[in-house]
């Protein structure tokens, strides 16, 4: 009896440390992306500039395994998901213009003008702060990731319809 009890006990021990093992999620972290070779996934183009890449982790459902897409544009990520509005965005990473550093998108701050190359032609830029801009050509107000969205439902136009509206401190 001393030995079924052992075995019973092991099992269930066995059992706890797999469900236990299956629970926990892994960090996510962005992606490295492998510039010059690697495409959008929301235009296909290759993706060659870090200064002005985004990207996201996305899941289909609830327990499904993260997926990352990368973006060439913070203006194709927000087409993507504009495209995309199934999926369950789990974080958002964007590029600093000045050190092409990740940033998490949900704290970065963002600049929207016709005069900025980026690759699709979005306009956006992302800096950790505000002062990130000033050794930009072009100042404005500065928006936060909410109000980005909101301007990301809306067709690119004049500053009104791209939904420039200045930070809330």
Not at 25 to 40: D, H, N, S
Not at 82 to 110: G, R
Not at 112 to 128: C, E
Not at 139 to 157: I, Q, R, V, Y
Request: hydrophobic share 45%.
């Amino acid at each position: 009896m001393n030995r079924w009890f052992h075995k019973i006990f092991l099992c269930l021990i066995l059992v706890v440390l797999i469900v236990a093992g299956c629970d926990q999620q892994t960090a996510l972290v962005p992606p490295k992306i492998q510039y010059g070779m690697e495409t959008c996934a929301d235009c296909k183009m290759i993706i060659n500039d870090a200064h002005y890449a985004a990207a996201l982790a996305w899941r289909t459902g609830p327990g499904s395994p993260a997926q990352i897409s990368s973006f060439d544009d913070i203006g194709c990520l927000l087409s993507w998901r504009q495209h995309h509005p199934e999926v369950q965005v789990a974080a958002t990473w964007v590029k600093d213009v000045n050190t092409a550093q990740w940033l998490d998108a949900t704290s970065a701050i963002f600049l929207k003008s016709d005069q900025f190359s980026t690759p699709m032609g979005s306009g956006i830029v992302a800096g950790a702060t505000e002062s990130d801009f000033s050794t930009l050509p072009v100042h404005g107000p500065a928006l936060n990731w909410s109000n980005l969205l909101k301007a990301g439902k809306l067709k690119a136009g004049s500053p009104a319809e791209a939904g420039r509206e200045p930070m809330n401190h």
